[in-house]
């Protein structure tokens, strides 16, 4: 794999901000202390802080969120610099240029709100060292295709396409790297990887909670914008893709983005959107709210592989448990050797990909009973991760984007094609069902795999599953 030139420094706008202070600076922290992060850290914002103001905001954030001796602090505290400012005032981005000194390659970390944007992506074209930067966006990269292309035109305007990361940190996790790395790893599964074989693919993205005080948030996304359209497809691709035909990053974006092109635009009919009892009480929600916090989706692919296999996504909030879960299920038999009648949802052969909160992988089977009859029961073959201390998934794409690996972030014709599947039935064009806190969301949902056998209800409890 070619990576290009290692970033000279690290510029991130939204210092002050909740996901600097819940992710980025855990995550510079733990680079710090692998001693792959030795270059200048700016942190930008509006509020007039010093350096020492800054430091403080890190060392607060690193003691809450995993911690880190004095040793390992101070490493990070001595690469740490402020410069506060408006984002729409030429001399805040005048005071940046002097703060990046001789530096000729400079990573910019957009940590804000995607209405600011175009703000700052204009303003730096006024540093020179901007022509060789890297600049990474967060999710939402837009609010449907329109605004994605907009975006992406906006972007590209400024940066060229290998130098522009647009971070998924789901991509970043340890469980999503292994299912690519269980599929392309054991040739076992591949007979079996295709139409031919498998009845259905199922992914939940299960939380037991709201939006806990997120209310004025939520309302400007929704369960589709939010999760469906970026982390869910991005898992769906995972599972559907072709093995990479090289090593090199872009083999593996071209396969990803293979899929996402291939699945067909959501019909109304498709899909089912709820919103949990009580979500319009909650603070900065509004009392007519049409937002979904629940979302069932059914795709199809024209491909080869998968022609006639549903893939089914659901999401939500305020649901029976808190995990995610990708599960593939297996055609039956024809027929069975010893006469058997088999019934029902656990009786199934499935392989099930448990990617949190506990990681496991799982193998559903038939095998006889204890007695003397040739009958059987419902087996599950568990490989369960306990692996501790793993790399964080903001440190892992931080890291990434430093030394010019682009593998894990979505290329601009991935994201224009997934929001192309969604971008019909965004809004209020889907009828919005309530569901009671506590199940698995609205009733209707379960019309969508009716067909196919039901939904898949992932099981949480103290042990392995």
């Keep these: 794999m070619k990576i290009s030139a290692h970033s000279d420094a690290v510029v991130f706008f939204g210092a002050t901000g909740d996901l600097a202070y819940k992710m980025i600076f855990p995550a510079l922290q733990g680079l710090v202390r692998a001693r792959r992060l030795t270059v200048p850290i700016i942190g930008v914002a509006q509020p007039r802080w010093s350096d020492a103001q800054l430091r403080a905001r890190a060392r607060e954030s690193i003691s809450e969120h995993g911690g880190a001796d004095a040793a390992d602090f101070a490493k990070l505290a001595r690469l740490l610099?402020?410069?506060?400012?408006?984002?729409n005032d030429p001399a805040t981005f005048q005071r940046l240029r002097q703060a990046l000194g001789a530096a000729r390659k400079p990573l910019y970390y957009l940590a804000i709100p995607p209405a600011l944007f175009p703000m700052v992506i204009s303003r730096l074209k006024s540093i020179p060292a901007t022509a060789a930067g890297r600049i990474v966006l967060e999710k939402p990269f837009g609010r449907d295709l329109r605004s994605a292309r907009a975006l992406n035109r906006l972007l590209l305007s400024e940066f060229s396409e290998p130098n522009i990361y647009r971070i998924d940190h789901y991509l970043g996790k340890e469980p999503v790297q292994n299912?690519?790395?269980?599929?392309?790893?054991?040739?076992?599964?591949?007979?079996?990887?295709?139409?031919?074989?498998?009845?259905?693919?199922?992914?939940?993205?299960?939380?037991?909670?709201?939006?806990?005080?997120?209310?004025?948030?939520?309302e400007e996304m929704g369960a589709i914008r939010d999760v469906v359209q970026n982390h869910m497809l991005q898992v769906l691709a995972c599972l559907a893709m072709e093995a990479p035909k090289a090593s090199g990053s872009e083999s593996l974006r071209n396969e990803k983005a293979t899929i996402l092109k291939a699945i067909q635009p959501l019909e109304k009919g498709d899909v089912v959107r709820g919103q949990f009892r009580g979500y319009r009480e909650e603070p900065g929600v509004a009392s007519d709210s049409r937002v979904e916090t629940f979302a069932a989706v059914r795709l199809r692919m024209n491909i080869p592989r998968w022609k006639g296999v549903p893939f089914l996504i659901r999401a939500g909030k305020a649901l029976a448990a808190t995990c995610t879960e990708a599960l593939v299920e297996f055609k039956s038999p024809a027929r069975t050797a010893f006469g058997e009648k088999i019934f029902g949802r656990s009786d199934?052969?499935?392989?099930?990909?448990?990617?949190?909160p506990k990681v496991a992988i799982a193998l559903g089977v038939r095998s006889k009973a204890p007695g003397e009859p040739m009958?059987?029961?419902?087996?599950?073959?568990?490989?369960?991760?306990?692996?501790?201390?793993e790399m964080g998934p903001y440190e892992r794409l931080l890291g990434d984007v430093m030394r010019g690996d682009p593998s894990l972030f979505a290329r601009e014709d991935a994201v224009e094609a997934a929001w192309r599947v969604v971008d019909p039935i965004l809004g209020d064009k889907v009828p919005l069902h309530e569901y009671r806190p506590g199940t698995w969301g609205p009733p209707r949902a379960d019309k969508l795999a009716t067909n196919f056998g039901g939904w898949h209800n992932p099981v949480v409890q103290g042990g392995i599953s």
Aim: hydrophobic share 40%.
């Design 348 to 356: 199934v052969n499935y392989l099930r990909f448990r990617l949190g």
């Design 179 to 218: 299912l690519m790395y269980f599929r392309f790893s054991n040739w076992v599964l591949e007979p079996l990887w295709n139409r031919d074989c498998v009845k259905s693919v199922q992914i939940t993205m299960a939380e037991d909670f709201g939006v806990k005080g997120r209310g004025k948030v939520y």
């Design 375 to 389: 009958l059987g029961e419902h087996a599950e073959l568990v490989a369960v991760d306990r692996h501790a201390g």
């Design 81 to 87: 610099r402020y410069v506060y400012g408006d984002y």
